[in-house]
């Protein structure tokens, strides 16, 4: 295995993944690391009486090994046993997995064993014109307008890195009116020196945005405070970090639209 770096890549990779795109990130950030810190019967404590399938939305992906141990861990299915229809936590979930990298897609969809269940997409969520129709035809299906829960773990830095400040607070915006809950882990702010560093090393430019950024120092702390002030969410709580220094947070959201029904259905 990879030695992890003190960020973000194998050393052998450097700057071979401009957003993050590791081909073998699990390997050195392993999902038990995030895992380990949720609780068994997280869905029956935020969701104990919707009775309805469970949406979450996984954004950055990568090839998938996260999204799936998330979906095992969330509904007490261990490895090897168990089925997606028998799960122990009482709950159904459906997991939509999107990443902007279409050959760590092409892999995930290869490799998942639950197909009925978890689906990945090749989407760039910044490209609004086309995660909006993508993300509302899948919640359509199931008479949606909103997701229960979206995952957006260790993706914050690379979009703050390749879309800047003002890229960084739409994102936020944009995730916390798609969900009620929304699990985040953000890069700590050495993360984005260690980026920019191995970016110099092989001779090429910073990140358009890397020098320009006014949201710096403690990410953890700046993103919660952009989620509670600015996108009407709440923090939950912290889970705890990461061996690798990452926070593990959970907000709420306080907007008026978050029971994820679509208006027709609402109005019954
Ligand atoms: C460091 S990896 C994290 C993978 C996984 N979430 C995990 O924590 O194990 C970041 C992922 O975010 C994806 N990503 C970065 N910018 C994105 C964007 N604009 N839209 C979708 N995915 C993006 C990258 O391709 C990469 O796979």
Avoid at 106 to 123: C, M, V, W
Wanted: glycine share 8%; proline share 7%; net charge negative.
């Amino acid at each position: 295995m990879a030695a992890p770096t003190n960020e973000e890549g194998p050393a052998s990779e450097p700057g071979a993944a401009p957003y993050g795109n590791f081909p073998n990130y699990s390997r050195f950030h392993p999902p038990e690391g995030r895992l380990r810190l949720l609780p068994e019967g997280l869905l029956r404590q935020l969701f104990p009486s919707d009775a309805r399938p469970l949406l979450g939305l996984d954004v950055g992906c990568n090839s998938g090994e996260l999204s799936v141990a998330l979906y095992r861990h969330l509904l007490g299915l261990q490895e090897g046993k168990g089925s997606p229809e028998q799960p122990a936590d009482g709950k159904d979930l459906h997991l939509l997995c999107c990443d902007i990298d279409p050959v760590l897609i092409e892999r995930a969809q290869q490799s998942s064993p639950f197909p009925n269940s978890i689906s990945f997409a090749n989407l760039d969520i910044m490209d609004s014109s086309s995660r909006e129709p993508f993300l509302t035809s899948y919640l359509s299906r199931f008479g949606r307008s909103t997701f229960d829960i979206s995952f957006c773990m260790s993706v914050t830095m690379w979009i703050h890195l390749n879309h800047g400040d003002r890229g960084l607070v739409e994102f936020l915006a944009f995730l916390s009116s798609q969900c009620r809950y929304l699990l985040i882990e953000p890069q700590p702010w050495k993360c984005y020196r260690a980026a920019a560093r191995r970016l110099r090393k092989l001779g090429r430019n910073d990140f358009d945005h890397f020098r320009s950024l006014a949201i710096n120092g403690d990410m953890a702390e700046r993103i919660t405070q952009i989620l509670t002030r600015d996108c009407t969410m709440e923090l939950v709580c912290c889970f705890g970090s990461t061996s690798w220094d990452r926070s593990l947070l959970l907000f709420k959201s306080n907007g008026s639209n978050h029971d994820g029904r679509e208006p027709s259905e609402q109005q019954q």
